[in-house]
């Protein structure tokens, strides 16, 4: 069939009701028994954008970090690592884009990740959920042992932060050059715990234990620490004493959010093998629905926070909140948790309606539930609202007519939350309307966001005059989750399905370590310590958890 008859078949049949019933649609036969033809021109749509963005940055950027989509330069601010072509790998050949994808892995061959400019404090965090994300995605998908190689130059790159560690975890930063870890007195739960995918995956496709056991001793540390709550943890903790700072935040935001995602997936990657991580993952969940979640005037459930001491809590939702949601949903889709799915999905309507009731139908940064009209934001956010918002915009501001959402941070920076919790419901539940909304929020990112070159992060979502409003920065999680999680949302459902692989915090795909696998890998192990003896030691870490 002619492309120019599907489009018209597609344009057709997208004028009528789909009689979704049973996961069946009246797509069934036609190309795949789960993509409608509508579907199928949304996910070309969302293809054509990531190559719309790759050409950019192929023409402006390639082999920096980070293309700047209104200057048409570039920058290296995470340490000339190509990280936006790293991150981009596994879309890249997700989406089939094979011509892309061929001349992106022949550069990451001739990446030297053991060095970056003089002085450059590289993030930990990042590198390991962007580098080593990127290369173990690309690599399961692709099995090319190029990539499994740079995968662990880069791991052994960043366990260079566990070494000289007291009790097990990592510093934040590291001088990649001269191999050492920049010390700090305490790390944000996240950093602490969201290496623990990636240094598992890779100790099982190397067959070497170091990476997990490191993993593991961060992890072990987390869970050991006092804190008032046993599912809530406090944003940061000291790395001299594992003692939790009792002055930090409780959230689910910034500086917490892929620590709570990580107890989850620990235990699905595992294969459901490993129990300590649903027993804290249940904690956490029982704990986080009790005291952070809130209601607004409006009826529209939400994340805030507290401070340390529980005298204030924000009734402010961050744009970062929103995949959690999508990880209830999950939740209670693998250990049959129906109490959960009711949550997720009036979370997930909320950060939908940040979307919705926004002029350019993109959603803010940070949004607000004040308990009553007239207390438009809560004292706590006027001064940095004032730095960021129009005035004469927020005099005239009509929070009637938003549902009783506030804006506090109008920025839109091109961030995948949301739409990952749509896809995540979507999977589950099969339910059309997750995949509406999230043509929606796509529709909204080609009108606003899309410059000649790519896309471009947005100063105020409540202003219609695009260009007026474009910043000059794509950062690399636009390629790497935004527009995967969109392609993902209407593909069939055997494209990367969620019982084969659990995507890391940075929708990078890993398979879920199987019992058959596992044993290759220690016969593996074993083999490679008959040939070249015993493998060198872990780091050094000066109190290892047994």
Known sequence: MKQEHVDKLVDKVSKVKIPWSDGKTIGDGFRNSELTMVNHKRQQAVREA????????????????ELQPISKSFNNKWGDWAITLVDSLDTLKLMELDEEYATAKEHV????????????????????IRALGGLLGAYELDEDPMLLAKAKEVGDILTISFKDTIHGLPSSGIDVNNKVPIAGSRVCIAEAGTVQLELKKLSQLTGDPKYQKLGEQASEALESGYRKYQGLYPAF???????????????????????????????????????????????????????????SKSGLYFLGSWNSDETVYYRTMEHLACFYPGLLALGAQV??????????????????????TSPTGLGPETFSFPEAPEDQVLPELATERANIFDESLMRNFDINKYGGIVPTDPRYVLRPETVETLFVLYRITRDPKYQEWGWEIFT??????????????????????????????????????????????????????????????????????????????????????DIDGENEPPLNVKDPVD
């Open 335 to 356: 250990l049959d948790r129906p109490q959960d799915m009711a949550v997720a999905e009036q979370l997930a309507y909320t950060c939908y309606m940040s979307y919705k």
């Open 50 to 65: 990531m190559a719309h963005a790759w050409a950019g940055y192929t023409d402006y950027a390639f082999g920096k970090d």
């Open 237 to 295: 903790i000291f790395t001299a004493t594992k003692q939790y700072d009792n002055s930090s935040f409780y959230s689910v935001g910034a500086m917490s959010d892929s620590f709570y995602e990580y107890q989850l997936k620990q235990y699905i990657m595992s294969d459901k093998q490993e129990q300590r991580f649903k027993d804290q993952y249940v904690t956490s969940t029982e704990t986080v629905k009790e005291k952070l979640i809130g209601k």
């Open 109 to 128: 061959n001739n990446i030297d990740f053991t060095r970056v400019p003089e002085g450059h404090r590289t993030q930990v965090f990042e590198m390991v």
């Open 444 to 529: 909204a990112i080609e009108k606003y966001t899309k410059t000649s070159v790519a896309y471009a992060a947005y100063v105020n979502v409540y202003d219609t005059h695009a260009s007026n409003n474009w910043v000059d920065s794509m950062e690399s999680f636009f390629l790497a989750e935004t527009l995967k999680y969109l392609y993902l949302l209407f593909s069939p459902t055997d494209v990367l399905p969620l019982d084969e692989y659990v995507l890391n915090t940075e929708a990078h795909p890993l398979r879920i370590i199987r019992d058959s696998q596992k044993k290759e890998a220690e016969q593996e192990k074993d083999l490679n310590n």
